[in-house]
């Protein structure tokens, strides 16, 4: 069987992703080009013509095959029906858009999320048995999404030291953060926006405490976490 002619696209998608991330962000510090040459000009001003060059190739490439609507209020709806049993998967581009989403808020403008790694990996294709609740099957997505580690540094910033400890983080914040999101909107219909900004503040005021869930599988724990914390986001 021919692969999907999305998946045709990917690679090519996420090399001209991770340049793009990577020059906007040498345009705005100049900070590999300062590291290597003592200056960051005129290396910034290069970077910025190659900014605009590449954004557009990337939306030439979205031509190439025509994707869905961007509102994450709807990707957040297909991403709570993929935790229904016998439902189908996860579609690695709501979770793209929805992980992009909750790194845009947090202000990670360095990190690249791997759409090729969310659409490669068996790992979400693990279906939760029948017997766990709605909010227990979003904490076990979001332990599955941590473990793939699809959020990493841009190309530039990958030059630099790599703080593997804070690469974890990311993943566990951004993983936390889209599927309580997800819970967020089921509760209480709250923009795809507002349910991510809720997410991402009640993540970051509780993050040491539910990573440690997240890492030691303490999945009932986080549940039982998450079920106190929803009614009062976003």
Known sequence: MLPHPHNLTLPFKEGIRDLRIAIRLEARSGALSNRLLGTPDPARRLAR??????????????RVVPRGSADI??????????????SALAESADLYGVC????????????????????????????????????????HAARRLAALGVARPCVTS????????????????????????????GHCGASGNLAVLGACRAVEAEGAEWRAMLRASQMSDLADAWRATIPYLP
């Open 49 to 62: 013509v190659a900014d605009g060059v590449l954004t557009r190739a990337e939306r030439v490439a979205g």
């Open 158 to 185: 990958a030059l630099g030291p790599v703080d593997f400890d804070k690469g974890a983080g990311v993943n566990d914040h951004m993983a936390l953060s889209v599927w309580l999101a997800v819970l967020v909107r």
């Open 100 to 139: 992009r989403s909750v790194l845009t808020e947090g202000g990670s403008d360095d990190v690249v999320v791997s759409e090729l790694r969310l659409a490669a990996s068996p790992a979400l294709s693990r279906v939760p048995t029948q017997d766990e609740d709605w909010v227990l099957r979003a904490a």
């Open 73 to 86: 209020g709807r990707a957040l709806d297909r991403l709570a029906a993929s935790l229904e049993p016998g």
